[in-house]
């Protein structure tokens, strides 16, 4: 195997990505919504098509293989998906070796927290450590975690779930089945049920403005709080409240040399900064108060850039 080049798909719940990668560049990438309900047939037939999409006219013998980043759980040392919550008919389903079958070519697959992770740790804000936790806030929380100049796996590849840690003994209900999840409190999802509830309680602030025109989340509030509108501003507060201790939690379990935060709520990121880093100074000890946390510097490609240097790595 050789090549300075790789081919990442990134298998999302609603969308399927593919990109043609040299090193922190993507150089072409293709899209199609994920064929969920024609199952893993039908959607190894999509990744046939957006790899020959975005492969184009490249040098055959410069592509390394083929990097995946999948939701899991999955088992990347066989590279096998064990279970999609939000694809149906994957559970157990061998992916790297049906593509190899199909492609002829070296195939990796890797949890998408875990591929994002080694994005930003390359290619981002990472770069040159030896020591990271990745978290994005979206939807959910997930990430991963560098450890000792490399990839923190666990068994089953499934380590650095950082989403799902216990905050608190009682609520919210984590979409993972277990309560007072991280991401139960502190993801984007939480933070939009926390605007509505705030928008129905105060009709007259901007927010409950927005609550009449349609629906409100937490892009929103992060937008509201921006022009100043107090209500977002306090949950704005509370959000960075909630992330603060979180982080402070991945601090002590992992000891970071730095924090890199990814996802939609990052788009908040400097309304929060302060009381974030105040939070975790109150809830760190000592010895790990110098810890920061920045924003993440790939954005959404991180995942993709992530997937493709799992086989660059690999082609070294
Ligand atoms: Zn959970």
Same mark, same amino acid.
């Given at each position: 195997?050789?090549?300075?080049?790789?081919?990442?798909?990134?298998?999302?719940?609603?969308?399927?990505?593919?990109?043609? *990668?040299? $090193?922190?560049?993507?150089?072409?990438?293709?899209?199609? @919504?994920?064929?969920?309900?024609? $199952? +893993?047939?039908?959607?190894?037939? /999509?990744?046939?098509?957006?790899?020959?999409?975005?492969?184009?006219?490249?040098?055959?013998? /410069?592509?390394?293989?083929?990097?995946?980043?999948?939701?899991?759980?999955?088992?990347?040392?066989? $590279?096998?998906?064990?279970?999609?919550?939000?694809?149906? #008919?994957?559970?157990?389903?061998?992916?790297?070796?049906?593509?190899?079958?199909?492609?002829?070519?070296?195939?990796?697959?890797?949890?998408? #927290?875990?591929?994002?992770?080694?994005?930003?740790?390359?290619?981002?804000?990472? /770069?040159?450590?030896?020591?990271? *936790?990745?978290?994005?806030?979206?939807? =959910?929380?997930?990430?991963?975690?560098?450890?000792?100049?490399?990839?923190?796996? =666990?068994?089953?590849?499934?380590? #650095?779930?950082?989403?799902?840690?216990?905050?608190?003994?009682?609520? +919210? !209900?984590?979409?993972?089945?277990? %309560?007072?999840?991280?991401?139960?409190?502190?993801?984007?999802?939480?933070?939009?049920?926390?605007?509505?509830?705030?928008?129905?309680?105060?009709?007259?602030?901007?927010?409950?403005?927005?609550?009449?025109?349609?629906?409100?989340?937490?892009?929103?509030?992060?937008?509201?709080?921006?022009?100043?509108?107090?209500?977002?501003?306090?949950?704005?507060?509370?959000?960075?409240?909630?992330? $603060?201790?979180?982080?402070?939690?991945? *601090?002590?379990?992992?000891?970071?040399? !730095? %924090?890199?935060?990814? =996802?939609? &709520?990052?788009?908040?990121?400097?309304?929060?900064?302060? !009381?974030?880093?105040?939070?975790?100074?109150?809830?760190?000890?000592?010895?790990?108060?110098?810890?920061?946390?920045? @924003?993440?510097?790939? =954005?959404?490609?991180?995942?993709? &850039?992530?997937?493709?240097?799992?086989?660059?790595? /690999?082609?070294?």
């Amino acid at each position: 195997m050789s090549g300075r080049l790789a081919i990442a798909i990134d298998l999302g719940g609603t969308q399927l990505r593919a990109a043609l *990668v040299d $090193g922190a560049k993507v150089l072409r990438r293709a899209a199609e @919504p994920t064929d969920a309900v024609g $199952g +893993p047939d039908a959607v190894l037939d /999509q990744m046939r098509r957006l790899i020959a999409s975005v492969e184009g006219d490249a040098d055959h013998a /410069q592509v390394a293989g083929i990097g995946i980043s999948a939701p899991g759980p999955l088992d990347g040392e066989t $590279g096998t998906i064990l279970h999609i919550p939000t694809l149906p #008919g994957w559970d157990d389903y061998p992916l790297c070796d049906r593509l190899r079958d199909i492609t002829g070519r070296t195939v990796v697959l890797e949890n998408d #927290g875990i591929s994002a992770a080694v994005g930003e740790w390359r290619h981002g804000a990472g /770069q040159g450590l030896d020591h990271l *936790v990745y978290v994005t806030v979206s939807t =959910g929380i997930g990430g991963g975690v560098i450890a000792d100049g490399r990839v923190l796996h =666990g068994r089953r590849g499934m380590a #650095g779930h950082v989403g799902h840690f216990t905050m608190t003994p009682d609520g +919210p !209900r984590c979409p993972c089945g277990v %309560v007072g999840c991280f991401e139960a409190h502190a993801s984007g999802t939480a933070l939009g049920k926390r605007a509505r509830a705030a928008a129905i309680a105060h009709p007259e602030s901007a927010l409950g403005a927005l609550a009449r025109d349609g629906h409100v989340d937490a892009r929103h509030v992060v937008a509201a709080a921006r022009d100043g509108d107090a209500v977002a501003r306090a949950l704005i507060d509370e959000e960075a409240w909630l992330l $603060g201790r979180g982080f402070a939690s991945l *601090v002590h379990l992992y000891s970071p040399e !730095r %924090v890199i935060m990814g =996802g939609g &709520v990052v788009s908040g990121f400097d309304l929060m900064e302060a !009381r974030i880093h105040h939070v975790m100074r109150e809830n760190l000890m000592p010895a790990f108060r110098d810890v920061v946390v920045v @924003p993440a510097g790939l =954005g959404e490609n991180a995942g993709l &850039v992530g997937a493709a240097a799992l086989i660059l790595d /690999q082609a070294l």
